[in-house]
């Protein structure tokens, strides 16, 4: 959950930047860092492993003096939590200094190159590559606006990219690429901010810009200017956003729901932040207290959850018996205690809950425990009382979730079960070392995936306006994507209040195909998987009864087009990876049908964040 503050002004950067770091410290970080362009045009850096106050006190005994200067809380990705690690970079000569948050999916082809050219790096970070190239640009006589630009359009991934360089001391430079890692820039008088998130600098602006996907920003202390990556000049919206603390939160979006949509390809960076090792390929989950003789011990998990972790635990089910080839059930929590279930020293019960105090779950856990299972959590609220009575537990990382009916706490905790079954599957020898390579590989891509839905969101708002007044809506997947389609019903109920199911596309004949007519929209997950051919079988049966057919498929595919009415495109997933990318086209859907509606899209009647009572 990387932060990111820069400054350039009258003001002294350090007092500014470390200000605003501490601001973001709720987003989470292993390490702290800062640069300053000092009175002698030359850069400066401090930087501390664990908390700010570890970095305040050095700036206590070494400060920085100057007007201009960019400063970084880190999570790592890509190496060990250190000093060298810790952001600013600086490049080989000291010319320039990068912050960044994101990951950059090719730095290992990008690293290759340079040193085969004589760079040498100083960490082990994916973000030293940025820095790297930008010099080398430089070297060969290009402006720093222009190396830049050229080194962004060589980067995969969801990043965003702050530059500053002593060959221009009235300059600060930033990029935002795909979804994830936001940058917001603040306009005040005669100074420029620019924040990772509101609050780091709301004390000093109320007028913010939000970089979309593949803008640049150029900033000295009077001016700013925003071109698109190939150099198109753009005109943004300025944003004057309110002094009240829940509105400010907001940002840009109309409600907590949209904004936690639209936070997804970011939280997605901050799941695996300093638990997968891109370079090795490998997971690491301290928290989990994971032994071999334990991943050995245990012979069958539990899944227990509420609501939508209950359907995200549907999807783990397949991630931990492909993977970790453990035989895997899902419960509800609130009926787990009353089924007697058989439960006992080589089961393993993995709760999953966003808040850590839903009532059910916390007495399910209790059993759990008494029976002499092995106790996991899943958990988004750090501390709460779930991750307190179990033996191992994973922080989501989705950071604060206001809107009450959950998106990024959905789609993070379906990671963090990918990332335990990788995990169990090495420690419980299910996995080669090339197969958990791929697994790994595959994670790095995902939050760019993600990102690349959310550029389609006017599509998801204009079917809503074409679906709205219908009474009732049937939701269909297969494998997987089964968990999808209990999910994407449940958003549409909770929210707009309209009544819809989520069934096995194979059940359909079983018995829901009887309410299959002309007033009866059919939500088909038909992403091209192995089970491609059997959505396309149902959904030409929907048809053939009259139904109305909204189909999510992989872009290219052209052929669906003829059998559905409606088509909403996503980018090819790995199949163990798809409910990520294939829930969020459901949530928006969901949000814009009830918006239209003019339903409380924030606090659904009837409902509450965290059901403290059975």
């Given at each position: ?6 400054y ?21 970080y292993?390490?702290?860092g ?5 009175q ?19 700036l206590?005994t070494?400060?920085?003096?100057g007007?201009?200067?960019?400063g ?39 690293r290759?190159?340079?040193e ?15 820095v ?41 430079l ?8 936001g ?9 420029m ?21 593949r ?22 919206e ?32 901050d ?16 928290e ?26 549907l ?48 007495a ?10 092995t ?12 991750t ?15 809107g ?15 990332m ?38 006017e ?5 809503a ?42 059940e ?40 109305i ?54 606090q ?11």
């Amino acid at each position: 959950m990387c932060g990111i503050v820069g400054y350039i002004g009258s003001r002294e950067a350090s007092a500014v930047v470390v200000g605003g770091l501490k601001k973001l410290e709720y987003r989470g970080y292993d390490s702290a860092g800062m640069a300053v362009l000092a009175q002698n045009g030359h850069i400066e850096l401090r930087r501390d492993v664990g908390k700010l106050s570890n970095l305040q006190a050095t700036l206590a005994t070494s400060p920085l003096a100057g007007h201009i200067g960019i400063g970084h809380t880190r999570w790592a990705t890509h190496g060990a939590p250190s000093e060298r690690n810790a952001h600013p970079h600086v490049s080989m000569n000291g010319r320039v200094v990068v912050v960044h948050n994101g990951i950059v999916e090719n730095f290992a082809t990008l690293r290759d190159e340079l040193e085969a050219e004589g760079v040498v790096f100083e960490s082990d970070t994916d973000t030293e590559v940025i820095v790297q190239m930008i010099e080398r640009y430089l070297e060969a006589g290009e402006a720093l606006e222009t190396a830049v630009r050229h080194t962004l359009q060589q980067l995969k991934g969801a990043n965003a990219v702050v530059v500053m360089s002593q060959d221009r001391p009235d300059t600060l430079l930033c990029a935002r690429l795909g979804n994830a890692g936001g940058i917001t820039l603040g306009l005040g008088q005669d100074e420029m901010f620019i924040a990772s998130d509101i609050p780091a600098i709301l004390e000093y602006t109320r007028q913010m810009i939000f970089l979309e996907n593949r803008q640049i920003a150029r900033l000295t202390r009077h001016s700013y200017e925003i071109t698109d990556l190939d150099g198109r000049s753009v005109l943004p919206e300025i944003h004057q956003i309110s002094w009240d603390p829940v509105s400010a939160a907001k940002g840009e979006y109309k409600h907590f729901m949209q904004k936690e949509i639209h936070e997804q390809p970011q939280s997605l960076i901050d799941t695996v932040r300093g638990r997968v090792d891109f370079e090795n390929g490998r997971v690491h989950l301290p928290e989990m207290n994971l032994t071999p003789e334990l991943a050995q011990r245990v012979q069958k998990l539990i899944i227990i959850a509420c609501g939508t972790s209950y359907y995200s635990g549907l999807a783990g089910k397949f991630m931990f018996e492909s993977i970790a080839r453990l035989p895997t059930e899902v419960a509800y929590a609130s009926e787990f205690r009353y089924y007697d279930p058989i439960v006992d020293a080589g089961t393993a019960v993995l709760a999953i809950t966003q808040s850590g105090e839903t009532a059910d779950t916390l007495a399910a856990c209790e059993l759990a425990k008494q029976k002499g299972a092995t106790l996991w959590s899943i958990v988004n609220a750090v501390g709460s009382q779930a991750t307190r009575i179990s033996h191992g537990y994973i922080p989501m990382q989705a950071g604060p979730e206001i809107g009450v009916a959950s998106t990024k706490a959905f789609t993070t905790s379906l990671v963090d079960q990918y990332m335990l079954a990788c995990a169990l599957g090495e420690l419980r020898g299910t996995l080669s070392p090339q197969r958990l390579r791929q697994l790994v590989d595959d994670l790095a891509q995902l939050p760019y995936l993600a990102g690349q839905v959310l550029e389609h969101d006017e599509e998801y708002e204009a079917l809503a306006g074409l679906f709205f007044k219908a009474k009732n809506f049937l939701y269909l997947g297969r494998g997987i994507n089964y968990a999808v389609a209990r999910e994407g019903a449940l958003k549409l109920k909770e929210i707009s209040y309209i009544h819809a199911e989520g069934y096995p596309a194979g059940e359909m004949k079983h018995g829901p195909i009887a309410l299959i007519d002309e007033t009866m929209p059919v939500v088909c997950l038909a992403t091209q998987d192995g089970l491609y051919d059997k959505m396309i079988s149902q959904i030409q049966q929907a048809k053939a009864r009259d139904g109305i057919v909204l189909a999510v498929a992989t872009e290219g595919d052209e052929a669906i087009r003829v059998e559905a009415d409606h088509v909403l495109y996503v980018p090819a997933t790995p199949p163990l990876l798809s409910p990520v990318v294939n829930t969020i086209p459901l949530q928006l859907f969901a949000y814009y049908v009830a918006v239209r509606l003019g339903a409380d899209v924030d606090q659904p009647r009837n409902l509450a964040k965290s059901v403290t009572v059975e």
